[in-house]
């Protein structure tokens, strides 16, 4: 069969819409993937298994070597949302507060923050058909209210554009309101503090400290972005503030977050110094200001992200030992 009929048929094959609600896009290639997740359904397969028997006739998922294993491993789709809620803490923080999320929705009104979080909705995801006015039931009620009730919740965040994006996902894996706003308050009350605050000092202080390690163990690539005056600022925020949403595939932002719920920021270090690694080389034959932002959108496309079962096993750079994200300088 020529490539294109191969081509060609597995786009026939594979359902435009992925399981997510998200339109593939026009470029999309469906023989790569089909490829890929022909080889990952038997791991998905296998490692479901696995998942049901450590699970079985447990309570609340609680962190282990075990699970630390399992989750680097991947978790599959419908233990996913169990596993978040255990080892991140939100399922002891909802247990703890029962009826507390629909009183916040209850609560005395904020026309600010409520004008902010409707001037997003139509931005968030419009690719995705679980978003549109014209679905039933359309997730932009469930959205907005998660992001209101973080909003009265902590108000000294209140909304934040990026949050909108994470809480979108959220509410795709657990189909569950009040799950997704106690992961949300997982995620930016205690896992990445003061990324979403005014000051963003925490996004900020580990912007720096992604600039640090890639001078530490990729130098010559810190070298040329001293010498083209870029900072990690432009090249990075998107990544650390939607924490790869819209930015690498949705099942490999799955896999990142599965260890980011149970094992903590240094993460997100960990991917981006993977995927700088990886295209070093492809990063050193920028010439200009402007060729260095380019190679860097190059990063998060093609097979080394799309393949995510081999992105992810196992996150292979290491922080330095004396570097530490905002989260150890608490």
């Given at each position: 069969?020529?490539?294109?009929?191969?081509?060609?048929a597995a786009r026939d094959r594979v359902p435009r819409i992925d399981p997510y609600g998200f339109e593939r896009p026009e470029d999309f290639d469906y023989a790569a993937y089909e490829e890929f997740f022909s080889t990952y359904l038997v791991i998905l397969t296998r490692r479901a298994i696995k998942w049901s028997k450590l699970l079985k006739g447990s309570g609340r998922v609680q962190k282990s070597m075990t699970v630390k294993r399992y989750?680097?491993?991947?978790?599959?789709?419908?233990?996913?949302a169990r596993v978040w809620m255990g080892v991140s803490g939100a399922q002891a923080q909802m247990d703890r507060n029962p009826g507390y999320y629909h009183r916040l929705l209850q609560g005395q009104r904020n026309d600010s923050?409520?004008?902010?979080?409707?001037?997003?909705?139509?931005?968030?995801?419009p690719d995705n058909v679980k978003f549109r006015k014209s679905?039933?039931?359309?997730?932009?009620?469930t959205l907005y209210n998660v992001l209101l009730a973080y909003g009265h919740h902590n108000q000294g965040v209140g909304y934040c554009q990026g949050m909108n994006f994470i809480a979108g996902y959220l509410i795709l894996i657990t189909k569950n309101e009040e799950e997704s706003f106690w992961l949300l308050d997982a995620l930016i009350g205690r896992i990445l503090p003061d990324y979403y605050s005014p000051?963003?000092?925490?996004?900020k202080t580990d912007q720096e400290v992604l600039g640090e390690l890639v001078r530490t163990k990729l130098p010559a690539v810190a070298a040329l972005m001293d010498g083209h005056g870029v900072l990690w600022t432009l090249l990075v925020?998107?990544?650390?503030?939607?924490l790869f949403v819209d930015i690498l595939p949705v099942e490999t932002v799955l896999r990142?977050?599965?260890?980011?719920f149970n094992e903590g920021s240094k993460i997100i270090f960990r991917v981006a110094l993977t995927l700088i690694k990886q295209h070093q080389a492809l990063i050193l034959e920028a010439t200009s200001f402007a060729d260095v932002c380019e190679k860097f959108k190059e990063l998060t496309r093609g097979r080394f992200v799309t393949e995510c079962h081999t992105f992810m096993q196992p996150p292979v750079y290491f922080l330095?030992?004396?570097?530490?994200?905002?989260t150890c300088q608490q």
């Open positions: 069969m020529e490539p294109s009929e191969r081509a060609q989750i680097r491993k991947g978790v599959p789709l419908e233990h996913r923050l409520e004008e902010a979080i409707r001037t997003d909705m139509n931005r968030t995801f679905a039933d039931p359309c997730l932009q009620k000051a963003m000092l925490g996004l925020s998107r990544w650390f503030i939607c990142i977050w599965d260890c980011l330095s030992p004396w570097i530490c994200p905002s």
